[in-house]
């Protein structure tokens, strides 16, 4: 009887393993659909019919198969100036049907990503693609253009670390020099002694292996920035790429030079050591983990709305658990939400200055009760926001799900809006004309992070004077994600029946057909950005003898070279003609009728630093176009807007 039952558990465990086994190949084939990120970049765009669009057209169907084979293709097609340089890396571990798999993907959808432009790059979990007009082969590019790690800590941080370390510079010592020239390796370290963390190393193979090494150091060394104690983490450069885990997540089991082994380490507290619940538990997790993966994977083939919901796990819900305030420690931090702490109010419910128990001080947003908003969605949107962090967004501290009472907690910013300084007669002159630059430029990283260089894609549909926040030293803030979307790996537009946002900074497309994308953002950041130089409002000039707005009026400007004639007069003396003209020919390429004619936020922040580059002649824009009835097609669809109020319609969701 013993031995029937011992043979009969065999039994189960094998098929179990087997079954895992299956689950995991079935992953490891379907690997190719993780899109991880994308830039565009390039000197300028490209029309349609172009010579440079048709050597693009020849360029990319090509590179899946001569990749395919050696896992990296450099190549160069055309002549000057429609030359495209173009290179393509599949990580150094996968199969050449994988990598020929994720190089034909990749090819079609860097594209859609990047129309018309120049320059783009984009990343797959195990491929990588780039092509631009310039040439950059065999040139380092270290700086990091995606970084992220897991939202669950590791439970003895110093010991991984101390391991992690190892692993991490001994994967470098044997990707730079391994034999061959395949500037790759991936190995495994014993973490306690039924645990292991796994790590990957890789390089663009035109490199030299001193740049090689130095790319890798870079991205080893910012560890401890994106992924201080967490149990996985992910660096990608132009040039390089770095990741670890605590599951085997690569295909090859060895590394180019093996590894030296580390001693065994003691199982900790709390484990139990018996085999057989470990060969039993490992492959049932392994499978529920597969199965969720693999449905999750499904999904994704699917249409999807851009829901905060796909992108929250129950981890990151956790993480969210830890920042969560009582009502009773907020109303005492707000004096009972008194009058006399009321900072701010609008659609969305007021705004109260407090101070936590440790002495921060805070600005406590009481959302309003007439919210059709549930208990589910708004923990979601807070997840969102808690996951947002760069020095240009407002900081998420806390929330307070209570009753009917939905409270979000932002670090307090104590010298408000842009808008209270740009339109105030008495305050637009603590705005000199530095200061104005500091602030465009720092809003377009803001933008640009939301768009490109966090792990989400994020579209913000609200960007406004009066939703930048300034601190103490005038750094900008981007704040009110109320109407954000999040677009999943495979959109890049959306659109709604309900238009919701702030007239005068909408884009044509989605003010008349509702539909938005990240180039809507861009829009709404050419008119701010025009905004900052005149120190007027948009709508205002709709008032004017002529009902011209902002952006017609500066395009007229700056196509009869009278472009000073537009800058706000408390800083027209100070600032810089040059400096001027550049910002206001951005802001016109922004707020461009097409959205395919807008530049992106990468482009945006390369345009701001470099004087060098030579910019596309700007379209007429048509906000408002000017003609026998003078008005816009705003105007005429809400006359409304003629009342000179600012209309603001917001989705009473957590901001």
């Known amino acids: 009887m013993a031995v029937g039952h011992f043979l009969l558990r065999t039994y189960q465990i094998s098929f179990l393993c087997n079954l895992y086994l299956l689950l995991m190949l079935g992953l490891t084939s379907a690997q190719q659909q993780f899109y991880v990120h994308d830039i565009c970049m390039g000197s300028s765009n490209f029309t349609v019919n172009s010579t440079f669009q048709t050597n693009l057209n020849r360029l990319l169907p090509a590179l899946s198969s001569n990749t395919s084979r050696t896992g990296f293709y450099n190549t160069t097609i055309g002549r000057s100036p429609d030359r495209i340089h173009s290179l393509v890396l599949c990580r150094g571990d996968i199969s050449s049907t994988s990598c020929e798999a994720c190089v ?35 040139s380092l590019d270290a700086s990091p253009r995606w970084y992220m790690g897991k939202t669950q800590n590791t439970a003895n941080p110093t010991l991984f670390n101390q391991l992690l370390g190892n692993l991490t510079n001994s994967l470098v010592s044997h990707a730079v020099n391994g034999s061959g020239s395949r500037l790759f390796a991936s190995g495994q370290v014993g973490f306690y002694s039924s645990e292991t963390f796994y790590g990957l190393v890789q390089c663009t193979r035109d490199l030299s292996k001193d740049d090689c090494r130095s790319c890798l150091q870079t991205a080893v060394s910012l560890i401890p920035t994106c992924c201080d104690r967490k149990t996985g983490g992910s660096v990608k450069s132009l040039s390089c790429q770095l990741r670890y885990e605590v599951y085997h997540f690569f295909e090859a089991s060895q590394p180019e030079a093996p590894l030296q082994p580390s001693p065994p380490l003691p199982t900790p ?29 499904y999904a994704r083939k699917k249409k999807q709305k851009s829901t905060v919901a796909e992108h929250v796990d129950k981890s990151e819900m956790e993480e969210v658990e830890s920042i969560k305030h009582s009502l009773a420690s907020i109303r005492a931090a707000t004096d009972d939400f008194s009058e006399a702490n009321k900072v701010g109010e609008g659609g969305f419910g007021v705004v109260y200055k407090g101070r936590l128990p440790d002495g921060r001080e805070v600005a406590v947003k009481r959302l309003s009760r007439h919210s059709k908003q549930g208990s589910e969605e708004f923990m979601n949107e807070v997840a969102l926001i808690a996951k947002l962090q760069h020095r240009n967004l407002v900081r998420l501290l806390g929330w ?51 768009h ?22 005038m750094n900008p803030k981007i704040s009110d994600f109320g109407l954000a979307r999040i677009f999943g790996a495979e959109q890049t537009q959306g659109n709604t029946n309900r238009i919701t946002g702030t007239y005068g900074y909408m884009a044509p497309e989605y003010a008349m057909r509702g539909l938005f994308s990240i180039k809507s953002d861009v829009c709404s950041f050419g008119v701010l950005v025009l905004e900052i130089i005149t120190g007027r409002k948009n709508n205002i000039l709709l008032h004017s003898g002529d009902m011209e707005d902002l952006p017609s009026n500066a395009w007229r400007h700056w196509n009869n070279r009278t472009v000073l004639e537009v800058v706000d007069p408390t800083v027209r003396e100070s600032c810089s003609a040059n400096e001027v003209i550049r910002c206001v020919h951005i802001a016109l390429l922004c707020v461009q009728d097409d959205a395919g004619e807008r530049p992106n936020m990468s482009t945006v922040g390369l345009i701001l630093k470099s004087h060098s580059v030579n910019l596309p002649f700007p379209l007429k824009p048509t906000f408002f176009p000017s003609g026998a009835d003078n008005q816009g097609y705003l105007s005429r669809h809400d006359p409304w807007l003629l009342s000179g109020n600012e209309l603001s319609i917001t989705d009473l969701i957590p901001r």
């Open 104 to 138: 034909n993907e990749a090819s079609q959808a860097v594209t859609q990503r990047c129309p018309r432009s120049k320059g783009a790059a984009i990343w797959y979990e195990l491929c990588f693609l780039r092509y631009s007009d310039q040439d950059f082969f065999s």
């Open 400 to 450: 307070c799900l209570q009753g009917d009472e939905n409270i979000l907690i932002y670090e307090f910013v104590p010298n408000k809006s842009l808008d209270k300084f740009l339109f105030a007669p008495f305050e637009q002159a603590r705005l000199d004309w530095p200061r104005r630059c500091q602030i465009i430029e720092g809003i377009a990283r803001g933008l640009l992070y939301l």
């Open 452 to 473: 490109e260089d966090s792990h989400l894609r994020v579209v913000h549909r609200d960007l406004k004077s009066g939703n930048v926040l300034l601190d103490a030293t």
């Open 269 to 297: 507290p709390g484990k139990r050591s018996s085999h057989t619940v470990i060969l039993i538990v490992v492959p049932i997790t392994g499978i529920v983990a597969g199965v969720a993966i693999l449905s999750m994977i």
